[in-house]
């Protein structure tokens, strides 16, 4: 597809259990980001790949979190011991390579992830 | 923290009226860029302005820029129901590709 795709689009599960979200960004594009957004609210940084460097996890709100990029490509987030604050949507982006000199790359969005812990 | 702050958080108007969103954030920024975001979609980019210009257009849209006061603000003229959304802007730390820091979003209703 040209976009970013996101699966599952909508995932209910009971507190306590894991869960797997999964990001495809679009081709080519080095960057990705997790963000959560809460009802109601912006979105928060969750983290961040950029290629083969270390991935930028400063905003993972507690060790249950955690995410991995396979191949610089597909990327997974997953929530371990889910609790009911982690019900939200989780949004993925991607943008282009960064090149010496160029301003932040616009980023493009899939339509998310609906995570609701019963 | 949130960086930026969306004001108004909710406006409503009629077609064919212009709609003015605020954005003030806090710390010094390479650039701000505005979003959008139809219900229960993803975000969609719609402009960026560099720390060094004050006034950028695209279309029916109008992105004006005060590092002096840290706000800016994003014009829509002539707006159309379709232009219903929710608008957020995004401010960049610094040049590299790091994560951008959200408002809470302005909310536009345009009826017809």
């Known amino acids: 597809g040209a976009g970013v795709s996101q699966s599952p689009s909508n995932k209910v599960t009971e507190k306590g259990k894991d869960v797997e979200l999964r990001c495809d960004p679009i081709?080519?594009?080095?960057?990705l980001y997790w963000y959560r957004q809460s009802l109601g609210q912006g979105l928060e940084f969750l983290i961040y790949f950029q290629g083969n460097s270390a991935p930028d996890k400063s905003g993972l709100p507690s060790d249950r979190f955690s995410a991995e990029r396979t191949g610089g490509s597909v990327s997974t987030l997953t929530i371990q011991r889910t609790q009911q604050e982690d019900s939200a949507v989780y949004l993925c982006?991607?943008?282009?390579?960064?090149?010496?000199?160029?301003?932040?790359?616009?980023?493009?969005f899939g339509d998310g992830t609906r995570l609701s812990i019963l | 923290s949130q960086q930026g702050e969306e004001d108004p958080q909710a406006l409503s108007i009629q077609e064919g009226e212009n709609a003015t969103m605020n954005c003030s954030y806090k710390t010094s920024i390479n650039n701000l860029q505005w979003y959008r975001q139809n219900s229960g979609r993803g975000l969609v980019h719609l402009i960026l302005?560099?720390?060094?210009?004050r006034e950028k257009h695209s279309g029916r849209l109008r992105v004006t820029l005060d590092t002096s006061k840290k706000s800016s603000s994003l014009l829509i003229t002539a707006s159309r129901a379709a232009d219903t959304a929710s608008y957020f802007c995004a401010t960049a730390l610094n040049q590299a590709g790091t994560a951008l820091i959200f408002g809470k979003g302005t909310t536009l209703s345009v009826s017809s």
């Open positions: 302005i560099r720390s060094n210009e």
């Open positions: 982006a991607s943008s282009p390579i960064l090149l010496s000199g160029q301003d932040n790359q616009p980023q493009h």
């Open positions: 081709s080519g594009h080095t960057a």
